[in-house]
């Protein structure tokens, strides 16, 4: 097999390894470190990245990435998996989207080992992990009291990124251009397959979201070739693909009270909400109007909202809405547990859909 080696240390095949990535130390001079799980099988195959709290208050990738690295089907391993629990460790640790240093670190890369805090760890994990891989997952939530409906926003332009995006097997897949200084334009630039899965509410676990993005991670290593062809015999979920979305936004203060949930299909012209007076003067209600036809895929939370405050992501969509509404349905009682999980089926890992 290639030789891989992350920080100085060789990745053997068929093992499991920790490895460190050092990063700066806290003001209390007390050690810090990037956590890489490595699990390599036994025969060669594509090199997959699976990176979690990039942003470090989305936390529900946390928990998909533990549950990923219990599942068995990983005895079955072709290839390697670089499992990233939490990559920026310093805002995790401070329940913060940012670093220390108030930057975002998917606007850092490429970064450099002499930059500010932010570039410097995004220098380290792109040179320690993503240019040794082939294929990538990033995984991300909404903002804090923003929730998203579980997407794919990938550049489904490039043919193998769109089959990594539809094996996935969320309900939308949305295209979207990279932004400067994110983890997936210096990625693709190195022409490394990146998706980037966004599901739930920053802060918060989302059960259906943890639950579909462990499946999603692994219908994609199937896809790739690092794992055997699922034996299921349920139908494929199939995705909602589109290349246009617009956040509506409040045209007044005031208290927001929302009309319809995320995944729910809308019309142009739809009233999805209602600004109204504290004061309880109903006479001044605001209507917050869907500007074109699509489904709801991210929607804030917070009732108390100022003008210009966004309100609700819709995804615009044209085709077969009925259809579509099916999609939806069927993906929400693929994930939804009837019961959940108790201590002990945490321990043993809780069943997933797919």
């Not at 089926?345 to 069943?351: A, S, V, W």
């Amino acid at each position: 097999m290639q030789k891989l080696t992350i920080a100085g240390v060789d990745i053997i095949a068929g093992s499991r390894q920790q490895i460190e990535l050092p990063v700066a130390n806290l003001y209390t001079h007390t050690e810090l470190s990037m956590t890489v799980k490595a699990v390599r099988g036994r025969k060669d195959g594509p090199t997959l990245f699976v990176s979690a709290a990039i942003h470090g208050d989305e936390i529900n990738g946390v928990e998909i990435v533990r549950r990923l690295l219990q599942h068995k089907a990983l005895r079955s391993l072709r290839g390697t998996l670089l499992a990233i629990p939490i990559v920026n460790v310093h805002g995790f640790l401070n329940n913060s989207r940012y670093l220390p240093d108030g930057r975002d670190l998917n606007r850092s890369f490429p970064g450099s080992p002499k930059s500010s805090l932010a570039g410097r760890m995004a220098h380290t994990f792109l040179n320690e992990v993503v240019l040794k891989c082939t294929h990538g997952i990033d995984l991300h939530t909404g903002a804090r009291h923003r929730s998203n409906l579980p997407q794919i926003r990938a550049d489904i332009k490039d043919k193998s990124t769109l089959a990594m995006a539809e094996s996935f097997g969320a309900p939308v897949i949305l295209h979207s251009a990279t932004r400067d200084g994110s983890l997936r334009e210096i990625a693709s630039e190195s022409n490394i397959q990146v998706l980037l899965y966004e599901a739930g509410e920053a802060l918060r676990f989302d059960e259906i979201a943890i639950r579909a993005g462990v499946s999603g991670i692994l219908n994609v290593m199937r896809q790739i070739g690092m794992l055997p062809a699922s034996r299921s015999k349920k139908p494929k979920r199939s995705s909602m693909i589109t290349g246009q979305s617009t956040w509506l936004r409040a045209t007044s203060s005031g208290v927001l009270r929302a009309l319809v949930p995320l995944g729910a299909f809308v019309s142009k012209g739809d009233v999805l909400a209602l600004i109204s007076d504290p004061m309880g003067d109903n006479s001044s209600d605001v209507k917050i109007l869907a500007s074109d036809d699509g489904i709801v895929i991210g929607r804030t939370f917070l009732p108390l909202v100022y003008e210009g405050d966004a309100l609700f992501h819709i995804a615009k969509y044209k085709a077969n809405i009925e259809e579509a509404l099916e999609q939806v349905n069927a993906f929400r009682e693929a994930f939804e547990p009837e019961v959940y999980p108790t201590a002990d089926e945490y321990d043993d890992h809780p069943p997933i859909a797919g």
